[in-house]
């Protein structure tokens, strides 16, 4: 089945700092997702993004879906930016597969 | 408009017992999803349901686990009997259509310890 591989597992930054996390998956997909899951544990959905480029405030995330791999860029982080970022895949039949996500926690 | 509804939130049972959860989808989502989320891993689909009918159960141990979904509305998973290792958070999910374009929609989540 497909691979979902996102890096890097662990990430702590400065308030202020900026950040890219990746998700790289092994085969061709028809949907890409990411998601923020809160230190509450709720999931919550970021991005549709199975190719090109979005935007959202602070968060953009970029899809090269030729090349599968897709980027979750963070501006300017903020504590409430801590938590879990998970990438999603849904696969041809329409199954729906996680990564195992980048833990991120941000000093003030 | 009133998220995805799960309960109970928490649940703490001895090995070998019976649990159920309950879930509420989003009204007039056509696609439910139950999901395990063991510590620090990512969710893992167990099921996936389109209205009333199963559309993926590949991932679900349907020797101990067993999930229904009356009227295509509100959903239920059942552990019978539960092991130490079905310790996890149990995420239930929904979305309007089911296909590969979809939002999906979160709850909050039970988390089930094994004792």
């Known amino acids: 089945g497909i691979q979902v591989e996102q890096s890097p597992p662990d990430l702590i930054l400065q308030e202020g700092a900026n950040s890219t996390l990746r998700c790289n998956f092994s085969?061709?997909?028809?949907?890409l997702q990411w998601f923020h899951q809160n230190p509450w544990g709720q999931l919550i959905n970021l991005f549709y993004i199975p190719s090109g480029t979005k935007q959202n405030g602070r968060l953009s995330a970029t899809t090269v879906a030729t090349e599968r791999y897709s980027l979750l860029y963070i501006s300017s982080s903020q504590t409430t930016d801590s938590g879990v970022y998970f990438c999603?895949?849904?696969?041809?039949?329409?199954?729906?597969?996680f990564g195992a996500g980048t833990r991120l926690f941000v000093k003030a | 408009e009133a998220g995805v509804a799960q309960s109970p939130r928490y649940k703490i049972i001895e090995k070998r017992q019976s649990v159920a959860f309950w879930c509420n989808p989003i009204s007039g989502h056509a696609t439910l999803y139950w999901y395990q989320q063991i510590l620090g891993q990512g969710p893992k689909l167990l099921i996936q349901f389109q209205n009333n009918g199963v559309v993926d159960d590949s991932q679900l141990p349907k020797d101990r686990f067993s999930a229904e979904r009356l009227k295509g509305v509100d959903s239920t998973l059942k552990i019978q009997p539960a092991k130490l290792e079905d310790s996890a958070v149990y995420l239930c999910?929904?979305?309007?259509?089911?296909?590969?374009?979809?939002?999906?929609?979160f709850g909050p989540g039970t988390r089930l310890t094994v004792l």
């Open positions: 999910a929904s979305s309007p259509r089911g296909g590969p374009t979809d939002t999906q929609y």
């Open positions: 999603a895949v849904v696969t041809g039949g329409f199954k729906t597969i």
């Open positions: 085969d061709s997909v028809n949907n």
